[in-house]
């Protein structure tokens, strides 16, 4: 079993929160620092919600830099409450202040991505904002990033926030064209095409929730109020959906060597102009290559994947004990 290096970038909102403990949990990944950017909360509220998962982990050796406050496009952020409540974390209020001061660290990514060069992948969960300004300010740099996993767009099913794009994209549509378009390796891109099938039913997360309680696994017991407030937004928007999409699990699933997705290598634009196809993605999905788009750069999208071994490692590795985290 190979341990990956991870740069996560993340706007940690519920789902993110249960993606970064399923990496904490995982054997096979190895978060080295991570960057706090607005998006589904403000940058100052997902700096606190990542503090406050070094302090119900104990962990404390992974530093954390704060990412972006604004999107290139220069609008206010637009963040989602009613998805994942006023905190980030569902009914959950932290008790926690942090100096929003001492997080103006971005530049020591930099040296983050030196010390691991060659061997780190970047997932990113959230906005775009702060990988496109480090595409800006360090593009020799980012061709030392082994891999790039990245949560966002909607190619052949309608958006989440238009009904042509989807809210990491549509966030901040030119960070993420500068990142499809100047990645010096083909990106591997998980589009809402698959990630709204990520479903993890009800009656998995109250399975859980008994182990929590049984073995008395603080940690786990923060999963299932937060999931439950992040269904209940779900069932408002999507009548009749089974579970809760947790799009960034899968994303960080993705890593794993025994994950079971198929990839399309098709050449990808973003919409920038406004209107209502702003924040679009594009993919060439045609299957004559002679007649495919010579002007788009070609990425890695997810296609299709086997939602039962998706299912199944998600359970295992979420009943890790607790205690593992701090042996990794």
Same mark, same amino acid.
């Given at each position: 079993?190979r341990?990956?290096?991870?740069?996560? #970038?993340?706007?940690?909102?519920?789902?993110? /929160?249960?993606?970064?403990?399923?990496?904490?949990?995982?054997?096979?990944?190895?978060?080295v620092?991570?960057v706090?950017?607005?998006?589904?909360?403000?940058?100052?509220?997902a700096?606190?919600?990542?503090?406050?998962?070094e302090?119900?982990?104990?962990?404390?050796? /992974?530093? @954390?830099?704060?990412?972006?406050e604004?999107?290139?496009?220069?609008?206010m952020?637009?963040?989602v409450?009613?998805?994942?409540?006023?905190?980030g974390?569902?009914p959950?209020?932290?008790?926690?202040?942090?100096?929003?001061?001492?997080?103006e +660290?971005?530049?020591?990514?930099?040296s983050? !991505?030196?010390?691991?060069?060659?061997?780190?992948t970047i997932?990113? @969960?959230?906005?775009?904002?702060?990988l496109?300004?480090?595409?800006?300010?360090?593009?020799?740099?980012?061709?030392?990033?082994?891999?790039y996993?990245i949560?966002?767009?909607?190619?052949?099913?309608?958006?989440?926030v238009?009904?042509?794009?989807?809210?990491?994209?549509?966030g901040?549509?030119?960070?993420?064209?500068?990142?499809? +378009?100047n990645?010096?390796?083909r990106?591997?891109?998980?589009?809402?095409?698959?990630?709204m099938?990520a479903t !993890?039913?009800?009656?998995i @997360?109250?399975s859980?929730?008994?182990y929590y309680?049984?073995?008395?696994?603080?940690?786990?017991?923060?999963?299932?109020?937060?999931?439950?407030?992040y269904?209940?937004s779900?069932?408002?928007?999507?009548?009749g959906?089974?579970?809760s999409?947790?799009h960034?699990? #899968?994303?960080?699933?993705?890593?794993?060597d025994?994950?079971?997705i198929?990839?399309r290598?098709v050449?990808?634009q !973003?919409?920038?102009?406004?209107?209502?196809a702003?924040g679009?993605?594009i993919g060439?999905f045609r299957?004559?290559?002679?007649?495919?788009?010579k002007d788009?750069?070609?990425?890695?999208?997810?296609?299709?994947?086997n939602?039962?071994? #998706?299912?199944?490692?998600?359970?295992e @590795?979420?009943?890790t004990?607790e205690?593992n985290i701090?042996?990794?």
């Amino acid at each position: 079993m190979r341990m990956k290096n991870i740069l996560l #970038f993340s706007d940690f909102g519920i789902d993110d /929160i249960v993606a970064t403990l399923f990496a904490y949990l995982c054997p096979e990944i190895n978060i080295v620092g991570i960057v706090a950017d607005y998006g589904n909360v403000s940058r100052k509220s997902a700096i606190r919600n990542a503090a406050y998962l070094e302090e119900v982990t104990g962990i404390k050796n /992974i530093p @954390i830099f704060g990412g972006a406050e604004l999107p290139l496009t220069g609008e206010m952020p637009k963040y989602v409450p009613e998805v994942h409540g006023i905190e980030g974390l569902g009914p959950i209020v932290p008790n926690l202040q942090v100096d929003e001061n001492l997080f103006e +660290n971005f530049n020591e990514v930099n040296s983050l !991505i030196e010390k691991y060069k060659d061997n780190i992948t970047i997932v990113s @969960i959230g906005r775009l904002s702060s990988l496109a300004a480090a595409f800006i300010l360090s593009p020799r740099l980012m061709e030392k990033v082994k891999d790039y996993y990245i949560m966002g767009g909607a190619f052949n099913v309608p958006g989440n926030v238009t009904p042509a794009a989807e809210a990491n994209f549509y966030g901040d549509p030119y960070a993420a064209k500068i990142l499809i +378009n100047n990645a010096h390796k083909r990106i591997h891109l998980f589009p809402l095409d698959v990630t709204m099938s990520a479903t !993890i039913t009800p009656s998995i @997360i109250n399975s859980l929730h008994q182990y929590y309680e049984a073995t008395k696994n603080k940690i786990g017991l923060l999963v299932k109020p937060m999931v439950d407030y992040y269904y209940s937004s779900y069932k408002k928007s999507n009548p009749g959906i089974s579970g809760s999409p947790l799009h960034d699990v #899968f994303t960080l699933w993705a890593l794993l060597d025994r994950s079971d997705i198929q990839y399309r290598e098709v050449p990808i634009q !973003i919409v920038v102009d406004n209107g209502i196809a702003f924040g679009k993605s594009i993919g060439d999905f045609r299957k004559n290559p002679d007649l495919r788009s010579k002007d788009y750069k070609v990425h890695k999208v997810a296609v299709q994947f086997n939602y039962k071994t #998706f299912v199944k490692d998600f359970f295992e @590795i979420m009943r890790t004990p607790e205690s593992n985290i701090l042996e990794k």
